[in-house]
């Protein structure tokens, strides 16, 4: 039987992750609002190339990014480069503001991918009439900011969502978080029931915020996929030396949050370990790492298709579907191994079939409301002539199935090729759930990269993070082609 009762080190560590959750979203907030508006209204060189590299950080895993400020801190501390600052910065590493700095520089382009999409669908006419009677700080207070708080909002609790279920760089730098209870619940006292009821109490929590915020949005998407076509950019005179500075700011974040922790394994690796890719990372790996990315992204679009035709469409299915999102994803490792880790399931169990309905339940509710996004963006008078031109068509098959054909799946195409992008890169970069339910002698490289980490090879790690991010791009560049050529077409 489980406690109900938090004990007084759960009840810290759920203090400790709410603390951290609500700092990181709110940075990550401030800085995504002033790299979208800056980028979307100064004229600054390179703004459309660095809405770009502002997403990088992303393809790196949380925890490598702690690694790499890590040995950056202990580099300087060995040469004595940081003076009686030395053990201070090691310290402050390993201290809630440390692990809150290293959280934002990871997730802030959640938010700011979200908040630049809002500004960007702003009416153009509006900003423009705005500039002329009004100065630019009142256009940003009266028209900017109420035009992008939903998305705003939304930014913020999928941040919190994200940091909370963190578990990596908490464990890394030796903070007790509640993910942390959660899996030694699991693993040293097998308390699994227990385990499961803690994992509960953040979906309640997240849950409660989502209620509220749907109440507050009502039937509006809560972000926005497609953006406005603009003839010309937003811009909005500024002094130059304002533009200069507001420049190098941006240049500033990109190289604290991607530059740095690439650089770092990358030097590290050239100047110390010289280590040959062939060893660094085997053929294997990256071929499991692609090969599971590729089925499971897909087996997840079909899955979120139908959970979002017959649950995801109605307010309380939204409401449901949308708190799971806050489940760790340590408990759905914790789940399926105490309910598949039986004989009879040895079948699935010893597969990376197991490791594809994983996926596709924890990948779900964020594909769902893309497709629910997307929708509420199309004209509804398509549909109306689908209904009028196809009436009885759920009696006949061929009519349905050309419905779908010449009107649904054009207009779902777009949604669906980005929540495969989304999909692929989630699954590769996923490492909770894929180092506890993955098969014997089944590897992808975030796995590799962990179990490396732990055991103390750093000099393999640099060689493979360049892998992890060559197969993260992947998507995106196809996507990008994707968009490209059905612009062209439109043309």
């Known amino acids: 039987m489980f406690n109900l009762l938090l004990t007084n080190i759960e009840m810290s560590a759920l203090i400790n992750s709410s603390i951290i959750s609500l700092a990181v979203s709110f940075f990550s907030l401030s800085i995504s609002l002033f790299l979208a508006i800056s980028l979307s209204f100064v004229r600054i060189p390179g703004r459309r190339l660095f809405s770009f590299l502002l997403l990088i950080p992303l393809l790196i895993p949380p925890y490598l990014h702690a690694f790499s400020w890590m040995h950056l801190v202990m580099f300087l501390r060995d040469y004595k480069l940081l003076g009686p600052l030395s053990n201070f910065g090691i310290d402050l590493l390993n201290s809630i ?6 959280l934002t520089l990871a997730y802030f382009p959640i938010s700011f991918f979200i908040i630049r999409q809002a ?73 699994v029931p227990q385990a499961l009821y803690l994992s509960i109490i953040p979906v309640f929590i997240v849950g409660a915020i989502w209620v509220i915020l749907l109440f507050l949005v009502g039937e509006k998407p809560l972000f926005s996929l497609s953006s406005r076509q603009k003839n010309t950019p937003f811009a909005i005179r500024q002094p130059l030396p304002l533009t200069v500075f507001i420049f190098f700011l941006i240049a500033f974040i990109f190289f604290l949050s991607t530059l740095l922790p690439l650089g770092v ?16 990372s085997s053929l ?10 590729l089925v499971s992204s897909v087996c997840i679009i079909l899955f979120s298709t ?7 469409r109605k307010r309380l299915g939204r409401i449901f579907f949308l708190s799971l999102l806050a489940l760790p994803p340590i408990t759905y490792g914790i789940l399926f191994i105490y309910l598949f880790n039986r004989p009879s399931f040895n079948s699935i169990y010893s597969t990376p079939l197991l490791l594809i309905i994983a996926y596709c339940l924890r990948f779900a509710p964020l594909v769902c409301e893309l497709l629910f996004t997307h929708r509420q963006q199309i004209n509804p008078q398509y549909f109306e002539s689908a209904r009028l031109v196809y009436a009885q068509s759920w009696r006949k098959p061929r009519q349905t199935w050309r419905m779908l054909q010449m009107i649904v799946l054009p207009l779902y195409l777009p949604v ?15 490492l909770p759930i894929t180092l506890l339910v993955q098969p014997p002698g089944f590897q992808t490289i975030i796995t590799r990269l962990f179990i490396v980490l732990h055991y103390g090879a750093e000099e393999l790690m640099s060689l493979m993070t360049l892998a992890l991010l060559s197969i993260s791009l992947f998507p995106i560049l196809t996507v990008y082609f994707f968009f490209r050529i059905d612009k062209k077409n439109d043309q």
Do not use: C, H
């Open 265 to 280: 394994l990358q030097i590290k690796n050239l100047l110390y370990e010289k280590v040959p890719f062939s060893t660094a």
């Open 97 to 102: 503001p440390g692990i809150i700095a290293i």
């Open 119 to 191: 500004v960007k669908n702003i009416p153009q006419e509006l900003i423009d009439a705005a500039i002329q009677v009004a100065k630019p700080a009142k256009v940003l207070k009266r028209i900017v900011i109420p035009a992008i708080l939903p998305a705003s909002l939304t930014a913020a609790l999928l941040t919190f969502i994200f940091t909370f279920i963190t578990f990596d760089v908490p464990a890394f730098l030796g903070k007790n978080v509640f993910i942390t209870q959660i899996f030694k619940s699991f693993t040293f006292t097998g308390e």
């Open 284 to 293: 294997g790996v990256i071929t499991n790492t692609l090969s599971i990315s």
């Open 416 to 430: 669906l090729f980005l929540a495969w992008m989304f999909s692929f890169w989630l699954v590769a970069t996923e």
């Open 306 to 312: 139908f959970v979002y035709f017959i649950f995801y």
